[in-house]
């Protein structure tokens, strides 16, 4: 069943199996937040290694490259200094 | 009590492989992936409804395995979106996700692939700047060629086989950056396996019609962004040039993905496939039939079988192609720019790491220095670190620590304790 | 005549405590040497906490040293040495259930015997803490603590332009003269006046009637998230017994929960006795962190990117070994903190730095240094009194 994820609260497609990257990836979405150290946060290895594409689903940050798509998900960039 | 099951994790080629030849053997195996498929980096699956890009050759390698692991029936059973959280010295395994527990395995096979070598370049860290696989992995699941312009840089033969697969999807790559001198070695490639050359050969056949530029003995030397797009700068052996690009894919070849798997004596802990040893699909696959069947002989108390000889053959051509590929990195790490940021988790740069002076300790790296302590746990960094702290002899960055990857807390303390119950 | 000496004093053991003596002696104008087997801060004093904590002290000699410890960090922080390292911030102390309120009156008793810099602001419940959760009965708020990262101590001690620094290097034996020390580092021959030996768990390699042994505590560090969330340590009181009765008198988890400069939290810790740092285990990480969780349950939502066993120097008696050892003036010893180590360096750096320049300790300190004297194991001594 496909559906739609919210990403920021901006509803997003998604297709059956598919990632949270991979959909935001195909939206055209490349700032996933900014990292403790400042820097823009992405994807960057795509298999759950580099730690760059932490998303936050309520208040926990998790890999968006590993976290299936699901009818309703709400996502939200990982934040950045000012709220973490 | 002690679960009876063998854990295998990683349902790639390797863990596959090895659940099917312990499950022959009359074992009962759980096999667990992160992903939502089977498949592993390799074998990564459509999407529902997208078609497979696989060639004939990787669709038959591929059903053939599944038909050995279907053949198996409930003596193997798979748990996908399913994570590895680590092992610890009393030999009880942590599982996050989809099918979450602590359990005491018989046995732990270790079969999670391998992860890609990028080296550090000033502008790496920017967003659509990914690595090669990824992109590799987002083609193979969608089926989809990438939007905007691609660029690809690094070194390996990774790079070719997605620059021909970019252009089998209509969307060739801008140009593709090499940093070795791979057709200048006819003998040496001439001894590669047929299947090898077979495969480059097409590779190349697709770039070259698509008309795209293959510079080699040449290297992506920054990154930045200019109006919305993202600009390379490449030395060639010929001078410099720049071009623009709305994704840039880098790629250093690979190495076992092998960071914070620790070992425990409790229980039989195997490595196989890409994670012992990075060699490739073939290898894999050979190596977790090989390695399935010496742990089922072991777990028996009978006599290791003969050493795989695929795999002996799949290691000669890996070292083959690796000479294939030799290139000077070594100079281009040390002429990074002091900005350039080594730890990509910390934004930790090689000024900060030459502030520690001549030769620092590995406790004054990490402590001081803050290199390899970020969420990823140095593996995108640690390699690049030692080489530039000490470039006469490296040291490694730590010892391998739990967990294998960031858990989060909720889900610790969630997970079923499975490691009291009675089995039968 | 006295043979050439390659250094006034040779300092064995680059951790905090080691660095605090080398820099004490470095400033009095003597010609220091520091080797490590490893480098600085490898060992305890990298994996620490870095509470500069007189509440988790046991009352008596530890204590008092801890208070004078205290007191003079905060000077040497002042003064700019250990300014980058050393920041003041409060302690949350809690417990739950009848053990619990009874180390917390035994602390608030304490800390009012003491008199000193450490006092109980509040008393009460978890509203003391934003924060803090249904886990916490009752929470005391402490002010006049402080946090100091060990491995920034130690760096700050080691930059005196006197000390040599001689890493990697091991000392494989020494024999001690009338006029100074002959020592094998890692197979060279050194000559220096006095040999001070701040090894902790190393040191029975080369003393091994001095019953030092090794206490592994687990630790768990988290991802980072917003800084100063938490405004200091969060410790339960069965940390405190833990500490005060010895490894497994408490009955509910001994859990620290340490909020780092980075935004990160150190989540400690066990007494083990052994010494592996890999060695940890899911069973006791869920033990620490479901308590953690309880008390402050923003932690549910971290994510934990690194566990090891930290590794204490901890001595059969409970108490650290420091000063010259017995027929030995010139081997001087200061190890078995068992994690103190970050609070007391500043004074015992100090103390033993005297005693290798010869100088009586100052009235305030004699008997409580006097109590860690090494001859109190003395195995001469000890057939003695047998």
């Given amino acids: ?84 | 009590m002690g679960d009876p099951r063998i854990l295998v994790v990683g349902a790639g080629l390797a863990g596959l492989a090895a659940a099917a030849e312990l499950a022959c053997a009359g074992h009962q195996v759980l096999v667990v992936d992160q992903a939502r498929q089977p498949g592993g980096a390799v074998h990564r699956q459509p999407l529902p409804g997208a078609r497979s890009l696989a060639s004939p050759a990787q669709a038959r390698r591929w059903r053939a395995l599944m038909a050995d692991v279907d053949a198996q029936g409930a003596r193997i059973e798979i748990a996908c979106n399913t994570r590895f959280g680590g092992v610890d010295h009393t030999g009880t395994v942590l599982l996050t996700g989809d099918a979450a527990a602590l359990l005491q395995p018989q046995a732990l096979v270790l079969a999670v692939g391998a992860r890609e070598k990028v080296q550090p370049r000033p502008g790496w860290t920017l967003p659509w700047v990914t690595t090669a696989g990824a992109l590799q992995v987002e083609i193979k699941t969608t089926s989809e060629p990438p939007a905007g312009r691609v660029l690809l840089a690094g070194s390996g033969p990774l790079l070719l086989a997605l620059g021909a697969e970019l252009v089998r999807l209509g969307q060739p790559p801008v140009a593709i950056i090499e940093a070795a001198r791979p057709f200048s070695h006819p003998l040496q490639s001439l001894a590669l396996p047929p299947p090898y050359m077979v495969e480059a050969a097409r590779h190349l056949a697709r770039l070259v019609r698509a008309r795209v530029p293959v510079f080699t003995g040449a290297a992506l030397t920054r990154i930045s962004e200019h109006e919305g797009a993202l600009l390379a700068e490449i030395a060639t052996r010929k001078g410099s040039l720049g071009l623009a690009a709305d994704r840039i894919c880098l790629h250093d070849g690979i190495r076992p993905n092998d960071t914070g798997l620790t070992d425990s004596t409790a229980l039989p802990v195997l490595r196989l496939g890409d994670c012992r040893e990075a060699l490739g699909a073939a290898a894999a696959l050979a190596d977790g039939r090989a390695g399935g069947a010496a742990l089922a002989a072991r777990l028996a108390g009978l006599p290791a079988p003969a050493a795989s000889s695929a795999l002996a053959r799949e290691a000669l051509a890996q070292a083959r192609l690796a000479r294939i590929y030799a290139h000077d990195s070594a100079a281009a790490l040390a002429a990074l720019p002091a900005d350039t940021v080594i730890c990509r988790c910390e934004n930790r740069t090689r000024a900060d790491l030459d502030a520690l002076g001549p030769s620092p300790t590995t406790r004054q790296l990490r402590l001081d220095g803050r290199f390899g302590m970020g969420a990823c746990q140095g593996r995108f960094c640690a390699d690049w670190v030692a080489r530039l702290a000490r470039p006469d002899a490296p040291q490694p960055l730590g010892i391998p620590r739990w967990p294998a990857r960031p858990i989060s807390v909720a889900e610790l303390l969630a997970a079923p304790d499975l490691t009291s119950g009675e089995f039968e | 005549m006295a043979k050439a000496q390659d250094h006034d004093v040779l300092i064995a053991g680059a951790g905090i405590v080691g660095a605090s003596v080398a820099w004490h002696l470095a400033e009095a104008g003597l010609k220091v040497a520091v080797a490590d087997a490893t480098g600085p801060a490898a060992a305890a004093s990298g994996a620490s906490d870095g509470a500069v904590s007189v509440a988790s002290k046991k009352p008596g000699v530890m204590a008092r040293l801890a208070t004078g410890s205290l007191l003079y960090t905060r000077e040497l922080a002042a003064r700019g040495l250990l300014g980058p390292a050393y920041a003041a911030r409060p302690s949350y102390v809690f417990g739950a259930g009848e053990d619990e309120m009874a180390a917390i009156d035994a602390l608030i008793a304490k800390l009012a015997a003491l008199a000193g810099p450490v006092r109980v602001c509040a008393d009460g419940g978890p509203k003391l803490l934003p924060g803090a959760g249904a886990g916490i009965e009752r929470l005391v708020v402490l002010a006049g603590e402080g946090h100091m990262p060990g491995h920034k101590a130690v760096r700050a001690y080691l930059a005196h332009p006197r000390i040599t620094p001689l890493w990697p290097a091991r000392i494989n034996a020494f024999a001690a003269d009338d006029s100074g020390v002959e020592v094998d580092l890692g197979g060279k021959p050194l000559r220096v006046g006095v040999l001070v030996a701040a090894l902790g768990t190393s040191t029975p390699a080369l003393f091994p009637w001095l019953p030092v042994l090794p206490r592994a505590g687990q630790l768990i560090v988290t991802d980072a998230g917003p800084v100063g969330a938490l405004p200091g340590s969060l410790t339960a009181a069965a940390y405190l017994l833990a500490k005060t009765e010895g490894p497994g008198r408490e009955a509910l988890p001994p859990v620290v929960i340490d909020p780092l400069g980075t935004g990160q939290f150190l989540i400690g810790s066990s007494r083990e006795e052994h010494a592996d740092p890999t060695r940890v285990d899911f069973a006791t990480l869920r033990h620490l962190l479901a308590r953690a969780a309880a008390a402050y349950p923003a932690l549910t939502e971290r994510r934990v990117i690194r566990a090891f066993a930290g590794i204490r120097a901890a001595v059969s008696d409970g108490l650290p070994i420091v000063g010259p050892m017995p027929g030995s003036p010139r081997v001087i010893v200061a190890t078995g903190f068992e994690g103190d180590g970050i609070c007391l360096s500043a004074l015992i750096g100090r103390e033993v730095a005297g005693m290798v320049r010869g100088a009586s300790p100052g009235a305030e300190w004699a008997a409580d240094i006097a109590a860690l004297a090494p001859a109190r194991f003395d195995p001469a001594r000890q057939e003695c009194v047998a």
Avoid: K
């Fill in chain 1, 1 to 84: 069943m496909s559906g739609q994820i919210f990403w920021n609260g901006t509803a997003l497609p998604y297709r059956p199996g598919e990632t949270v990257a991979t959909a935001l990836t195909r939206a055209g979405v490349l700032r996933f937040g900014v990292a403790p150290g400042g820097q823009a946060r992405g994807i960057f290895c795509g298999i759950g290694q580099c730690q760059g594409c932490l998303v936050q689903v309520g208040a926990r940050l998790t890999e968006a490259c590993l976290l299936p798509c699901r009818d309703g998900l709400m996502v939200s960039d990982a934040g950045g200094p000012q709220h973490g």
